[in-house]
């Protein structure tokens, strides 16, 4: 069925959170997220340990179905997103963080034109 997913491990640059100035790179991560994930996509997810937040949404590692593309992982490889560790759902934290040292060393995406931002 269809249904909306928070993408576990990952944390993008905030462009609609009310309240909230759009962040740097915010507009670019959006976009490119759209790009791999078009409305309808086929995805398979891979749940955690908490299949959703205390808000209900489902949590997940998500991959494209057309070609297994780990979307979660696209998206800290190529300075889209930094990643977050929120217990208990960690499989992938240490793996992320590796990758993002190396997206942050390389100036790739938001560690490139986001210097300043924490």
Known sequence: HTERVRLIGVDTPETKKPNTPIQCFGPEASKHTKEL???DTPVLVQRDVEAR??????????YRSS?????????????YARPLSIAP??????????????????????????ASEP
């Open 89 to 114: 759902n960690t499989a992938f934290a240490r793996e992320f963080a590796v990758l993002a040292q190396s997206a942050q060393n390389s100036k790739i995406g938001l560690w490139g034109e986001c």
């Open 53 to 62: 937040d205390p808000y209900g949404r489902l949590l997940g590692y998500v």
């Open 67 to 79: 070609d297994q593309l780990f979307v979660n992982q696209d998206l800290i490889v190529n300075g």
């Open 37 to 39: 994930l078009p409305v």
